[in-house]
């Protein structure tokens, strides 16, 4: 049996009579890209946001790396916290410091190395993300593509296990998106660490996706590789597959 | 009906209960390492030394126009003498401890809200979060502790200048025999009135930041609700400085 990363049975969560997650089972396998995919308010980052405790579900389990969190207190769910890396839907850099300290920010609050190695480390992380003369801007300076790369650095500089993204590519254009996407594939093929990301670019996803997951309804209605997910037959599937396409374009991507 | 005029009332005491919380949380994260004394000075230089002109300001024209008033009633009865005394009692027990912390919540309390609130919606407090990092120890601990420092040191630039203007006004202006003001001061004016100043203002300084921060923190719905929690911020903060200011003045003289 392989290995899961995380693991979610029968997850709850509403909010007041509005039930956002109606009984989520979902098993994310170590090492993989696990992209879940949704419409706009269906619920994917109050699902995302249960996986690192910022929101409490009403009822189910979730298990990291043996653990079940939900019912952790907060210093045991911050140990589990640091072994995770997210990246916010607008990167979330803290706009008081330049881009060097931001990714130098949770090296020195939960290390104890010194500032020539954190030097080093934020150094090797802003060259993996294409910005390495880029250290002494502030965040206000840089474009959407750029603080979403300089938000992935920061996810990357404790080299956790688990990384979460929330809408990588939302509101960037096409071609951003593509360089965006393709660094998310290259750090993780480099890196081979766990991958969770939500987004509605179904196409985009398509790209970095080992495993594909479609949440309807609160629930996940189906689960696969691409490759079966593209063939499925739920109705629900091919509706959401079919209002990708653009008219009149056969090119056969999906 | 009922119900309807409770609703405000039960929402005060909730936000009350709430607030209070925050505060014992923020207290004792300051007594847990690591101590994070650069945020704690960068507070301090905000709240305290960018508010210094304001406080100054402040402080000087309360002073004169005490003077200025004082003399209008005292000369009703020839005890001009008295205006003195009047501004400085004024001053240290009451005006300056008050205006400072309202110009402060002005200043500092609405930068405060608007900041966490901006943090709030750009998802700056939840990164901390996700960091394992305490977003109160990091946001709200330092700023309760640099009010709580600088809020008194303020009163008591408030205070001298308030009493140097009333000088100048009553001497200088109006013509007050110099000999009577300063000795009737002297003599009225104990040390004890300026310490009380100095422990509401130290009050007003955890009040304005916790219920500030608070605002901000707890901010929902984009730039408009920054607006609204900023908004929010300073009136809930005054009020409670003025109510509070009663109720430690009952206790205290």
Known sequence: ?254 | MIKAFFAPLEKIVREFGRVSMMLVESILLAFRPPFKLNYIFKQMEFIGVHSVFVVILTGVFTGMVLALQSYYGFRKFSSEGLVGATVALSMTRELGPVLTSLMVTGRAGSAMAAELGAMRVTEQIDALTVMALNPIKYLVTPRVIAAFLMLPLLTVIADFVGIVGGYLVGVKLLGINEGAYIDKMIKFVELNDIYNGLVKAAVFGIILSIVSCYKGFYTKGGAEGVGRSTTEAVVASSVTILVTDYILTSFMF
């Open chain 1, 1 to 254: 049996m392989e290995e899961k990363a995380i693991r979610i049975v029968n997850l709850h969560k509403s909010f007041g009579t509005q039930k956002v997650l109606n009984g989520i089972n979902l098993e994310i396998e170590k090492g993989k890209t696990t992209v879940i995919i949704g419409k706009s308010g269906g619920g994917k980052t109050v699902l995302l946001k249960h996986l690192i405790g910022l929101i409490k579900p009403d009822e189910g389990e979730i298990w990291i790396n043996g653990a079940e969190i939900t019912q952790l207190k907060d210093k045991e769910l911050n140990d589990i916290r640091v072994g995770f890396g997210m990246l916010f839907q607008e990167a979330a850099l803290f706009d008081s410091m330049d881009v060097f300290d931001n990714i130098a920010f949770p090296l020195r609050e939960h290390t104890k190395r010194s500032e020539k190695e954190i030097e080093r480390i934020v150094e090797e992380k802003l060259k993996h993300v294409g910005l390495l003369r880029f250290g002494d801007k502030m965040p206000s300076e840089l474009s959407g593509g750029m603080r979403k790369r300089v938000g992935l650095a920061r996810a990357l500089a404790l080299d956790p296990d688990i990384i979460l993204f929330d809408e990588p590519t939302s509101a960037l254009d096409p071609i951003i998106s593509l360089t965006i996407l393709d660094l998310i594939k290259e750090t993780q093929t480099r890196l081979n660490k766990t991958y969770v990301v939500i987004s509605h670019d179904i196409m985009g996803m398509f790209r970095i996706a080992d495993k594909v997951a479609l949440l309807s309804d609160g629930k996940i209605i189906e689960y696969g590789t691409p490759y079966e997910v593209r063939r499925s037959k739920n109705e629900v599937t091919m509706e959401f597959l079919n209002a990708t396409k653009i008219p009149g374009f056969s090119g056969g991507e999906l």
